[in-house]
């Protein structure tokens, strides 16, 4: 069934026009995120935040963050973050649970788990009661804390400061600002070894590189009360290991991570069958738990030897440990892994030899039953009471084994999918017919498995000159973009904290274009001797070397010739061959803010019409010379809805189409410069080229509707042409704005920017620019 954002009318009454515009460009994106159940938590939430009464900003952040929470976490946690900001809304003011909302994405991403999430939640409804001035300074620096602590860790750390500074106010801002000693000090005391959100991915490809095959794992709230910590398990065919570890002894933390993996992976493949339970008693279920760690590890240990130092080196149950029972099952499970540990006790002696015994039968896991019946028979004999709450493996990678016992129905091929859908969506190239045929398609949506696709367009046999897809097709919507932002003022990346929305140009009337070339035809004219000498020229030979490819036949005789006439000779008789090629990629991106419909001083003509003025004798001075270039412009309306528009790219020919583009763009909005320079680099990082060129024309600073600091955006874009710069990309930016002296050689760079004082010479000046730049 298709979802339609029209079918939830109703919700979005409420919402102010912005926010429904704002739903409406992410609404492609949501629907491939959330299920039919999560849209209808997601928009009742949007509304229900909107009869807050706290603004517009509110709802806007929860339009664009919640599906990148859902990509984390998945949807069911929807519901329950509506719920936590409702119940938040009389204890706090609306820019806090805006940031709230805006950083669950974060904490989404570093839990990476549903009830992890659903824990953080309820962390902050605790802490903001407890310490409300302290909640804003807090998720400032939740990227810095989460990178350091667990949940559990974050949560006494916060709790320490609520409860340490519960009357000075100051001191609490400092202490959560992480601006205090004691900050710090608790910080250090909380931190944990390794995070498992910081070492998945490399567990992800060791059990790949193992067993061929992928395993889904997720973290456990482990110390979210105590310090203690959950053992690894294994439900519903999904690995969880605790979020953290830390080094045990010598052992590195990453070390820990690893042997858990591999032991809980090892259960996965090697369990075809679980084990009854029926009839056991807990100390019987207990030994048997060793056997099939045992068995499980053996068949492993066959297949990859270097297992077994991994587990071995983890066990450190000794001969002397004979108070309880957990002793001699922690004795027991060391001398099944580790050939090395002599152990004198009788009962250890036996298990060994009983294991050993069935080393031809290890793909049965009946041979547990057997062997663990017995042995907890015969331990009985010892006359120690077990308990099973704390007779339990010390061995830090073992898990706790519910995963074998026939407590529910198992399924073998359930446990190879564990974690993993197939894709809502597959794209399939056609030929004309297969369209044809398949052209009335009544139950096709948004949310088709398959989608169809041709190679050009398609026209009716009736010659209207307008193809099906403009009659009955519909423009088809880019999935968002996200991209971090810089914040100065806690020198961190806000991760994907703006959104770039790419937006198809409406095309203009294309004599625009032409009344162009035609009034500067004299520009053009003086600019086509300087466009002949850049182009390539093929192969050159340059002369009059003394160490070159070949002999120049011309210079050698010149220079027999002084030696006959007792003169001393030319030496440079050599001469070399070199491929004259230029190789460079160049993105014009322009700004197209509110500001460009403004009239130029003493003139009839806007800045924007100088713009496209200059951009088409930009583009073909380019365009002669064969570089290979793209225009792109930018407007945007806050950081959710950075409007992006592709004029011509790189792959695209100069013609007729992009020249009605150019002559269709208008201006409009605000200049979030930092994000379309992000954007605009990641289409030129895709060229294959020596040189890249990113040419920024603008007429003011970096601004938006939502920033008021006027120096958050300068910093932001600041960092973007760095970023850009990193990646081989030179940013140089052509300035309208008189004023733009005081902020632009910050942004740029001293050597990479122009202010044009005169603005009508704009035209004119550009190709000459060019020209200098890539000489």
């Not at 974050?154 to 601006?179: K, V």
């Not at 052992?251 to 992976?265: D, F, K, L, N, P």
């Not at 938006?704 to 850009?724: G, I």
Request: with cysteine; proline share 4%; aromatic share 10%.
């Amino acid at each position: 069934m298709s979802l339609n954002l029209t079918d939830y009318s109703e919700l979005l009454e409420s919402l102010q026009a912005e926010s429904r515009s704002l739903l409406e460009n992410t609404w492609s994106d949501a629907i491939r995120t959330l299920s039919p159940r999560g849209i209808d938590n997601y928009l009742k939430g949007a509304s229900a935040l909107q009869g807050l009464g706290r603004g517009r900003t509110l709802v806007d952040v929860w339009i664009n963050e919640i599906p990148l929470v859902v990509k984390e976490v998945g949807d069911d946690v929807v519901s329950d973050l509506a719920t936590t900001c409702l119940m938040l809304s009389s204890k706090t003011s609306g820019a806090v649970i805006e940031i709230i909302i805006a950083t669950s994405v974060t904490a989404a991403s570093r839990l990476g788990d549903p009830e992890l999430f659903r824990n953080y939640l309820q962390f902050l409804n605790t802490f903001t009661a407890q310490a409300p001035s302290g909640v804003r300074p807090m998720l400032d620096n939740l990227e810095v804390l989460f990178s350091q602590l667990t949940l559990g860790g974050l949560r006494r750390w916060a709790l320490w400061g609520a409860h340490a500074h519960r009357t000075d106010y100051e001191a609490q801002l400092q202490y959560f600002s992480l601006s205090s000693k004691e900050s710090h000090a608790v910080l250090r005391k909380e931190r944990k070894g390794t995070l498992f959100v910081d070492i998945q991915r490399r567990i992800n490809i060791y059990l790949r590189a193992l067993w061929a095959r992928d395993f889904y794992m997720r973290p456990t709230s482990g110390d979210f009360e105590n310090r203690e910590g959950y053992r690894p398990f294994i439900e519903d065919y999904i690995i969880h290991l605790p979020d953290a570890y830390d080094n045990y002894g010598d052992i590195a933390a990453s070390e820990v991570y690893r042997a858990a993996a591999a032991h809980a992976a090892a259960h996965l493949v090697e369990t075809k069958k679980p084990i009854s339970a029926e009839s056991l008693n807990p100390l019987q279920m207990a030994v048997i738990s060793v056997i099939e760690d045992a068995r499980v590890e053996a068949l492993s240990i066959r297949r990859f030897p270097g297992l077994q130092h991994t587990w071995s080196a983890l066990h450190i149950a000794t001969a002397d440990m004979n108070t309880t029972i957990g002793d001699y099952l922690n004795r027991l499970a060391r001398a099944l892994i580790d050939p090395d540990y002599s152990d004198p006790d009788e009962w250890v002696i036996q298990g060994r030899l009983l294991f050993s015994q069935v080393q031809d039968r290890l793909t049965d896991n009946q041979i547990c039953w057997d062997i663990g019946v017995q042995l907890a028979h015969e331990i009985m004999a010892k006359k120690i009471p077990f308990n099973p709450r704390t007779d339990v493996l010390t061995a830090l990678y073992r898990d706790d084994n519910r995963y074998f016992w026939e407590f529910e129905e198992f399924d073998f091929e359930r446990s190879i999918a564990a974690g993993y859908e197939p894709l809502k969506q597959v794209r399939k190239h056609v030929s004309v017919m297969e369209f044809i045929n398949e052209l009335d398609v009544e139950t096709a949506g948004d949310d088709a498995q398959e989608i169809w696709v041709l190679g050009t367009e398609l026209f009716p046999y009736e010659d209207y000159g307008v193809s099906y897809n403009t009659l009955e097709g519909k423009e088809p919507v880019a999935s968002p973009f996200h991209y971090a932002e810089w914040d100065y003022q806690i020198q961190l990346e806000r991760p994907a904290w703006s959104t770039v929305q790419e937006k198809r140009a409406k095309p203009g009337d294309i004599q625009i274009i032409d009344e162009i070339a035609a009034q500067y035809k004299r520009e053009i004219h003086r600019m086509k001797f300087l466009l002949d000498a850049m182009q390539p020229q093929g192969v050159q030979r340059i002369r009059k070397l003394e160490d070159g490819d070949e002999i120049d036949i011309n210079a050698a005789i010149s220079s027999l010739v002084d030696i006959r006439m007792g003169q001393h000779p030319d030496p440079r008789v050599m001469m070399r061959a070199v491929r004259k090629v230029r190789d460079i990629s160049v993105m014009v991106l322009l700004d197209l803010s509110e500001s460009t419909n403004n009239q130029v001083n003493g003139q009839e003509f806007t800045v924007l019409d100088l713009t496209r003025q200059a951009t088409v004798l930009l583009a073909d001075a380019i365009n002669r010379i064969g570089d290979p270039f793209a225009i792109h412009g930018f407007c945007s309306d806050g950081r959710h809805d950075v409007e992006y528009y592709r004029f011509k790219d790189f792959d695209q020919p100069y013609n007729e189409v992009p020249k009605m583009r150019l002559a269709g763009m208008t201006g409009q909005l605000s200049t979030r410069m930092g994000a379309a320079i992000r954007h605009a680099s990641h289409f030129l990082k895709l060229q294959r080229a020596a040189k890249k060129l990113l040419l920024v024309i603008t007429d003011g600073e970096p601004a938006d509707v939502d920033v008021r600091d006027p120096q958050y955006l300068r910093f932001d874009t600041k960092k973007a042409v760095e970023e850009a710069g990193r990646s081989g990309i030179l940013t140089y930016c052509m300035s309208l704005d008189p004023r733009a002296d005081q902020y632009v050689s910050r942004i740029f760079g001293m050597r990479n920017y122009m202010v044009v004082d005169h603005v009508e010479r704009l035209p004119e000046k550009l190709p000459m620019l060019y020209a200098g730049l890539t000489r």
